[in-house]
């Protein structure tokens, strides 16, 4: 850290100076980096290049890199996903899970999809209340459940498999059910467990 408050960053075997408006800025990829900055406890996320100049302004309450350069940010309680270039790939977005499988789970309009990280293609999957990560291929969904959005829980409702292209592979009937690992799924029907593998 410099005596005017800057940080240093080594960006190519180069020192980079950090504005001073930021607290931190993490690791560079692909050309940019997150920069962190804190007014009045509260911490905001923007986007630098090398240069240290601003691809996004620190106005977001959260930004995370996705690979691909795409990022999913928070702002105003709402979740989407923006470029390394600053544009907004993907806005508005009620709910935004984990990735796998080079898939991200939203929900859009109480519309429930999976977003290509590739492709930057939303697949929409309809007549759901719920939709999981997807697992060697498939992906959980809920029907008839009650979602809350805040802890990512679902309450009630009947479980089933859909796979990468909406398609329903295993149709709704189980109590519960996990996401499948190593071929196969723990699923709970009528009190008692047991495994099932993709052809069910």
């Given at each position: 850290k410099t005596i005017d408050g800057r940080y240093i960053a080594v960006v190519d075997g180069k020192e980079l100076f950090i504005s001073a408006k930021y607290k931190y800025c993490k690791s560079f990829h692909e050309g940019c980096a997150i920069a962190i900055q804190e007014v009045e406890n509260e911490i905001y996320y923007g986007l630098i290049n090398t240069q240290s100049n601003d691809i996004l302004p620190p106005i977001f309450q959260q930004?995370?890199?996705?690979?691909n350069a795409l990022y999913r940010f928070k702002i105003n309680e709402r979740y989407g996903l923006v470029s390394s270039d600053g544009n907004i790939v993907l806005p508005n977005t009620e709910y935004m899970g984990k990735t796998s499988e080079g898939k991200i789970v939203i929900m859009r309009n109480q519309i429930w999809g999976l977003f290509d990280l590739e492709t930057r293609q939303i697949k929409t999957i309809s007549n759901i209340d719920y939709l999981g990560i997807c697992?060697?291929?498939?992906?959980?969904?809920?029907?008839?459940?009650?979602?809350n959005k805040t802890s990512s829980e679902i309450v009630g409702g009947i479980w089933g498999y859909v796979d990468i292209?909406?398609?329903?592979?295993?149709?709704?009937?189980?109590?519960?059910?996990?996401?499948?690992?190593?071929?196969?799924a723990a699923v709970e029907q009528d009190g008692l467990w047991g495994f099932i593998d993709k052809e069910e």
């Open positions: 930004l995370d890199s996705l690979g697992k060697c291929g498939l992906c959980r969904i809920n029907v008839g459940g009650d979602f292209n909406g398609e329903v592979t295993i149709p709704p009937k189980y109590d519960r059910a996990n996401a499948f690992s190593e071929g196969i």
